[in-house]
């Protein structure tokens, strides 16, 4: 890691409040931006300044290791006018992560997935929204009884002929209505499938060395829970008031989303409690999740949806990383296999919508 100093990085003093920490890392990170003609290297260690800073934990671990920030020069001696020059700085420590080690990708055996085998892969993807073919016909049913009284020569007296015919009038405006109705369905329906094709995944996931995990996400989503014929997978998803990739991975699917982090942290057990996380029964000072805060914007901008947070763990080095079993957090800690069977079934209750309106909201986010 380049020896650079978080803070005269991004340009505030050691004692900046979150609030200007953020709006520092914004103001910057537009410049600094790969797409804007910043660098890879540049940007990644932006981002890293500000996961650090921005996290109260992270931040006092990275103030605890350095030296120059807390601990004042050494005084003058009365030999000499000069300063003993500090102790050279130190990075916080790297809390035990093999840089070398990679993780192998998560494979799960379908027959042990409880709602693999209850979901029909190929069944019609059903687009909300379409009044469907059973209006239009009933009415146009209603119409053709009405109409019976004609070929079989039956005659009406004055006030029931007027009546009759006031029946059939209305019948044939309900149809019409109807009809014109099904066939814009039908119309918006095509032109959307047309756009978006039979396409599941949206969105790149991170291409950079220290991104392994998300890559291993996000072939756990396409792998498996593809199979649900209405999920939509997106890659890199900003806030509504931001630019930058604030969400690893979302999924949709009908009106339930899900929204993922992908970590690497040390092997052990993972549980939260009232909102903390522990590792090993100890609070967890290893790594900053803003996956709580993502739930809460996502659930602002579509208050009509379920959205809820998955945190994917994977091991930073040798050793088995397990997860609390049927924890019900806003961000819960799991495990990839996991997260196969808890997500995949809680988003199979409705195997097979696409909703419009929240895809194209959500494919708005999109930033990667």
Not at 46 to 61: I, S
Not at 153 to 170: K, Q
Request: glycine share 8%.
């Amino acid at each position: 890691m380049p020896d650079v100093d978080y803070y005269e990085l991004l340009g505030v003093r050691p004692d900046a409040t979150p609030a200007e920490i953020k709006s520092a890392y914004r103001t910057l990170a537009r410049s600094m931006h790969p797409d804007t003609g910043g660098t890879a290297g540049t940007f990644r260690l932006l981002r890293e300044a500000y996961e650090t800073l921005g996290d109260p934990v992270r931040r006092a671990e990275y103030d605890a290791g350095d030296p120059e920030r807390h601990e004042p020069p050494a005084p003058a001696t009365t030999a000499t006018a000069t300063r003993t020059r500090p102790a050279p700085r130190t990075r916080p420590r790297r809390f035990g992560e093999d840089p070398a080690f990679t993780p192998a990708a998560p494979r799960v055996d379908p027959a042990t997935i409880p709602w693999w085998h209850t979901v029909d892969a190929i069944t019609r993807v059903h687009y909300p929204g379409s009044p469907g073919h059973a209006p239009a016909a009933i009415a146009l049913g209603a119409v053709v009884v009405l109409a019976l009284p004609l070929p079989l020569g039956v005659t009406f007296a004055t006030p029931a002929l007027v009546m009759w015919l006031l029946l059939v009038a209305a019948a044939l405006g309900a149809s019409y209505v109807l009809v014109r109705r099904h066939l814009s369905a039908l119309r918006s329906v095509r032109a959307f499938r047309t756009e978006f094709g039979g396409r599941a995944v949206f969105g790149t996931p991170g291409r950079d060395d220290d991104q392994v995990a998300e890559r291993l996400t996000a072939d756990l989503l396409a792998r498996y829970l593809t199979r649900l014929p209405g999920v939509r997978v997106f890659h890199g998803l900003a806030w509504p008031d931001s630019v930058f990739a604030d969400v690893d991975h979302a999924v949709l699917c009908g009106r339930r989303l899900v929204l993922v982090e992908s970590k690497r942290w040390l092997p052990g057990h993972y549980e939260t409690a009232d909102g903390v996380l522990y590792r090993n029964g100890q609070r967890f000072r290893g790594g900053g999740s803003r996956l709580a805060e993502s739930v809460a914007e996502f659930e602002a901008l579509l208050p009509d949806v379920e959205v809820r947070g998955a945190l994917v763990l994977y091991p930073s080095r040798d050793g088995e990383l397990t997860t609390d079993p049927g924890a019900d957090a806003v961000a819960a800690p799991m495990t990839p296999e996991r997260f196969v069977r808890e997500i995949g079934a809680w988003l199979a209750v409705e195997p097979s919508t696409v909703d419009r309106d929240v895809f194209r909201t959500i494919l708005r986010r999109l930033v990667t």
